[in-house]
């Protein structure tokens, strides 16, 4: 038996306006965007917002659905979106905050398993990584310079 270590690093912004100012005006998209999560059951509304190389910004919201797991994460929602509108475009950087309707959410909040597998897809077909910040509704950012940090042992389709 041997072990295994794996690093991973990220930075840690201690506000919003710390940001670089193309990600201070993602995240800010990303917050207005949380407002319209429908969340009728968790109460817990997530916002995503993508650049992608053409320049192009593109939202999504968390959508809940009685019928569980039918619903969909913001990350999905606007990742998907990205692929079905722009198929050829990268996504540079993804900026994601949540927040609870029950109480402050002061800790970020980074992209589920699921999300992150989707992510993950994106990132090997455009071949180049995908910057992730990530919040709560206030407090910390975090950033990631890669999906890799946050899923060490991806899986894709070299493994079908």
Do not use: H, W
Request: hydrophobic letters at 45%.
């Amino acid at each position: 038996m041997k072990d295994i270590t794996i690093t991973t690093q990220f930075s840690v912004f201690d506000s919003v306006q710390e940001l670089p100012l193309d990600v201070q005006n993602l995240m800010e998209q990303a917050v207005a965007i949380r407002k319209n999560a429908y969340a009728p059951y968790s109460k817990f509304r997530v916002g995503a917002a993508l650049l992608l190389d053409n320049g192009k910004i593109i939202l999504g919201s968390n959508q809940e659905n009685a019928a569980y797991p039918s619903g969909l994460c913001a990350e999905r929602v606007a990742v998907f979106q990205a692929g079905a509108l722009y198929p050829e475009a990268k996504i540079l950087k993804m900026a994601i905050t949540a927040a609870s309707d029950s109480n402050q959410t002061v800790a970020p909040i980074p992209p589920c398993g699921s999300c992150r597998q989707s992510i993950a897809e994106y990132e090997i077909k455009q071949d180049s990584p995908i910057e992730i910040y990530f919040m709560g509704e206030i407090g910390i950012i975090y950033q990631s310079a890669s999906l890799k940090n946050l899923l060490p042992f991806m899986f894709d389709k070299k493994f079908l």
